[in-house]
């Protein structure tokens, strides 16, 4: 079985500038990920079909709402947020949920914290520095930095969705 094409995905211009293209890519490979989710039940959603991997789409979608939340507001934003899914305990909390997690529930978080990333960096510099060390890897980023990391983050685990959507239902994909 073959998937959509993903119409909905928009690739960026490809004479656009800078800001344009970054945020381009990024949304487009936030709509690929949606676009692996589709059509998908819960139990689908949770499954982690590579064992001994613990990877699902839904943990993915948990993980990238922590990613986004983590980037965008508490390094380039400076504020100080808690953890959705992971905790001291469990550093890995988006990827462990029980059989009541939801899509609906994980996707309308992803979605609200992709909404609060766009509002904290709205018409920053692209060499908009962070304001101070992060606690992860000691360092100051850039606004660029960002965008680009955030790009490979998406890109990397879209590779694991289109290897968890096969195996769930074989459905694949551009």
Known sequence: MTTSS?????????????????????????????????????????????????LSLLGLVRHLAEVERYWFREIMAGEELPELYCTSEDPDGDFHFTSTATWARAEQVWQTEIELARQAVKGQALDLRSDSASHHRGEVFSLRWVYHHMIEEYARHNGHADLLREQIDGATGE
Do not use: F, I, N, V
């Open 6 to 54: 993903g119409s909905h995905r928009t690739e960026p211009s490809t004479t656009a500038d800078e800001r344009e293209m970054l945020e381009g890519w990024l949304d487009y490979h936030r709509a690929t990920l949606a676009w692996k989710c589709e059509g998908l039940d819960d139990e689908q959603l949770r499954s982690a079909p590579l064992a001994p991997s613990e």
